[in-house]
């Protein structure tokens, strides 16, 4: 069974440009978590979707960010514009209900 | 808000020894407590979830228990091997409905050969 799948693995961008990453989580999961790793630090939640609906929201710094959940499956999470501060690794976890969540590989970000 | 600890932050160890990673969470209202292992510049491995109802969970080399009335988690590795070296990370449910992970700042740990 194919596990969680996040693309792009790294990205790298001159600071005020836009960028999206994208996560498909594990098959018949319905809950799917973004969340931000700061280097030495735990993941922190950024957003969570139970299928298409964002019912946790309130960590996501909605002046730059923005993600949707199509279709109840495939994420994207989105920054523009992007900021020094966003270099981080961002992590795309599912789980069926409140159950164990496994995570993606990350796409690590670089903000020039 | 629930905040984790860890300790220790890291540890250094030969090879064979036992050891024990320690996590605490301030708000034991939690129905589930979950390990994970992290290699550097990768994702995070499930390693074992605890549900608020068992007071420990076994996987292979690795045990984990769960004081939830004491806010207290401990995660022990049997037999240490160089490749256990990682990161190891806890992490419970935020709390107060949300079910994200609230995690720890993770035990570093490097097994020596």
């Known amino acids: 069974e194919a596990g969680v799948v996040q693309s792009p693995r790294y990205k790298i961008i001159e600071k005020k440009q836009p960028v999206a990453f994208w996560c498909n989580p594990i098959s018949g999961h319905n809950t799917l978590y973004w969340y931000r790793q700061n280097l030495g630090q735990g993941p922190e939640l950024l957003i969570r979707?139970?299928?298409?609906?964002?019912?946790?929201d309130s960590q996501l710094p909605k002046d730059r960010f923005s993600a949707e959940r199509l279709k109840g499956v495939d994420s994207t999470l989105k920054i523009q514009p992007a900021e020094l501060g966003d270099s981080a690794v961002y992590l795309c976890?599912?789980?069926?209900?409140?159950?164990?969540?496994?995570f993606g590989p990350g796409t690590r970000l670089t903000v020039l | 808000k629930q905040e984790v600890t860890q300790i220790p932050a890291a540890l250094s160890v030969p090879e064979g020894e036992n050891l024990v990673l320690n996590c605490s969470f301030t708000d034991s209202a939690i129905y589930n407590l979950q390990w994970f292992r992290q290699d550097p510049g990768k994702g995070l491995t499930s390693l074992l979830l605890i549900q608020s109802s068992q007071r420990e969970q076994t996987s292979g080399r690795l045990n984990a228990s769960l004081d939830k009335s004491s806010g207290r988690s401990t995660l022990y590795i049997a037999a240490s091997q160089p490749g256990d070296s990682a990161t190891y990370l806890c992490?419970?449910?935020?709390?107060?409905?949300?079910?994200?992970?609230?995690f720890g700042k993770g035990t570093h740990l490097i097994i020596q050969p």
């Open positions: 992490a419970v449910p935020s709390g107060g409905g949300a079910d994200g992970l609230t």
């Open positions: 979707y139970e299928n298409e609906e964002a019912v946790d």
């Open positions: 976890a599912s789980s069926f209900l409140r159950n164990e969540q496994f």
